[in-house]
């Protein structure tokens, strides 16, 4: 069996970002090719960005769903 991540570059690591359907904005801290199979048997791999909110606390969301966002003072 193959390690279960990857580190993956991204033009928007360490800046500003929106997760699209959560409305959250955060710092993107990385992005990784992650096996997140299940129980089934069947590999599953996806891109997932962890996004750092404004508390601290790391969520995941897929790639496809962040957006880069200004700056506000």
């Not at 048997?41 to 962890?50: N, T």
Request: without cysteine; proline residues 3%; negative net charge.
């Amino acid at each position: 069996m193959s390690e279960g991540y990857a580190y993956v570059p991204h033009r928007l690591l360490h800046r500003r970002v929106r997760d699209i359907p959560s409305g959250v904005e955060g710092v993107l801290m990385a992005v990784v090719h992650e096996d997140v199979s299940d129980f089934s048997g069947y590999e599953r791999w996806m891109e997932l960005a962890y996004i750092r909110d404004a508390s601290g606390r790391e969520f995941t969301t897929a790639v496809g769903n962040v957006e880069a966002v200004e700056w506000t003072a």
